[in-house]
């Protein structure tokens, strides 16, 4: 494939495919139109909208090429920036031309070390089907003709239904949404906190959305629950409409997603799970393979709680855990993963043991204290060309003026390295002062350090960190001056 603002001529171009970077949808966004040549002319086969509060990468399910072709380049994903709105159609190398071709005799050591990418990277997904292919034009959302999606259907039971033709939906209300297809094949959309999960059938309004966790099956009503209808799919994306139409896809439910206080993990999704070291000292990992539909249904509030799923297919998880570079550092049994042991489950201090059960990480979610989820943060796709060297640096920032002077080195594995420093003036002896960090976390529970730091020792006689959080902490301190200021260091695994 090419990508760029020029489109490559040439009968000699059937077959292969060409991304354009250049064009927008009805509202002027971006998107990516995907094309094919055939017989001498390039035919429009594929459009990508991007999501509409993403800042990152974006994976391209057919061939995808800079604009110097690479050869045996195959997949990738492209850079995408919300904020800026633009893309940067470098793609990130994951798989190789002739799947079938397993002799590494032909290959350069560059590719020799790619093909062997699974010994030196773990812990991570490394696949996640896009069964849902949704677009945005001019406040209408269209899910595209051959999108998959699963209708649960009886317990045990999951209905997989593939959409013969493009289905429309618009709403003119200002709310964060969710959209489904209904049972008669057209689709539904219903604000979010109308959907609802669990054993009991909700009374509260007159339209709702209700997963039956009972009967495992998904159910809406337009009477207040008098009536309830059954055969509708699972959520399909959450959107956010302005008042006269949608005005963004906020998050497409590929391979994961939630409704009401439950969580559904869909077939196809793959990972690495970490099982220690080989003799050699490279990774030992198991290969994860979702088979079934898996569910969860929370009980509890949950705060970045990290999302698993076990190897066998039978258990979905939540739990809190915790990061170490090396040994835990933990005083009773705990949920751990040890970046150089390459080893995730629970790990008890007094003997130095661990209980791992080979499950793969798959996101961090978010409930209220009514158990209503209220996010659900997938877990980032691997890509080999970025993780085939754990030392490299793939992302940082210098301090400065504009980024509030603070600074990041992100490496190949995760691990992330981020500081700043804060100062002001107050009029009382007392100071509270959020600080966000420029580098979301996998957990809220990582390093950090922060101390006092001034000129003429204006600064905090005490200082104490309150709260954390996977995206900021907040520092309460008190001053012998008016002015005050502070320095901070958070390391740990990025989100």
């Not at 050591?109 to 949704?134: L, M, R, Y």
């Not at 009374?203 to 009536?227: A, I, V």
């Not at 489950?345 to 158990?371: C, F, H, L, M, R």
Request: one cysteine or more; hydrophobic letters at 35%.
């Amino acid at each position: 494939m090419y990508a760029g603002s020029t489109v490559p001529t040439g009968a000699e171009y059937d077959g292969r495919n060409y991304a354009d970077f250049s064009q927008t949808d009805g509202s002027g966004n971006p998107i990516i139109v995907i094309y094919e040549g055939q017989n001498g002319a390039w035919v429009q086969t594929d459009t990508i909208t991007p999501p509409a509060t993403y800042n990152g990468y974006i994976t391209v399910t057919s061939k995808i090429w800079d604009i110097v072709e690479q050869t045996g380049q195959q997949g990738g994903s492209i850079l995408w920036s919300y904020n800026q709105k633009t893309f940067t159609p470098y793609p990130r190398i994951i798989s190789f031309e002739d799947f079938a071709n397993t002799n590494l005799d032909n290959l350069t050591s560059t590719g020799a070390n790619i093909s062997n990418w699974s010994h030196n990277v773990s812990n991570c997904i490394t696949e996640i089907p896009q069964d849902i292919k949704v677009e945005l034009n001019s406040g209408v959302l269209t899910l595209k003709a051959g999108s998959k999606v699963y209708v649960p259907n009886g317990a045990g039971v999951f209905d997989t239904v593939t959409i013969p033709q493009d289905l429309t939906i618009t709403r003119t209300d200002t709310n964060k949404c969710m959209v489904w297809r209904y049972s008669a094949g057209n689709l539904g959309i219903f604000p979010v906190q109308l959907f609802y999960s669990g054993p009991t059938a909700p009374t509260q309004y007159t339209f709702m959305f209700w997963y039956d966790t009972t009967n495992n099956l998904c159910k809406y009503t337009s009477d207040g629950g008098s009536t309830w209808i059954s055969g509708a799919s699972f959520p399909l994306c959450l959107v956010s409409t302005d008042g006269t139409k949608i005005s963004a896809i906020d998050q497409v439910f590929n391979g994961f997603g939630y409704v009401g206080n439950s969580i559904f993990v869909l077939p196809g999704v793959k990972g690495l799970n970490p099982q220690g070291l080989n003799a050699d000292g490279t990774l030992n990992n198991t290969t994860v393979t979702i088979s079934s539909v898996m569910t969860r249904t929370l009980t509890t509030s949950a705060t970045d709680q990290i999302l698993m799923a076990v190897v066998d297919n039978s258990n979905l998880q939540a739990v809190i855990l915790e990061v170490f570079e090396d040994t835990p550092d933990v005083s009773d049994a705990a949920w751990c993963y040890s970046i150089k042991q390459n080893k995730l489950g629970v790990y008890t201090p007094s003997d130095q043991s661990w209980t791992q059960t080979g499950k793969i990480i798959v996101g961090t979610v978010n409930a209220t204290t009514g158990e209503v989820i209220t996010s659900l943060n997938q877990k980032t796709t691997f890509h080999a060309v970025d993780y085939s060297n754990s030392g490299v640096v793939v992302a940082e920032q210098l301090p400065t003026s504009s980024n509030n002077y603070t600074w990041f080195r992100k490496y190949a594995n995760g691990w992330v390295e981020q500081g700043g420093s804060f100062s002001g003036t107050v009029s009382t002896a007392y100071k509270s002062h959020n600080v966000t960090l420029p580098i979301t976390m996998s957990t809220p529970v990582y390093n950090l350090v922060c101390q006092t730091c001034y000129s003429s020792h204006n600064g905090l006689d005490a200082i104490c960190v309150t709260t954390k959080s996977t995206t900021g902490f907040t520092v309460d301190g008190v001053m012998n001056s008016v002015a005050y200021g502070a320095t901070w260091q958070v390391s740990g695994i990025a989100a």
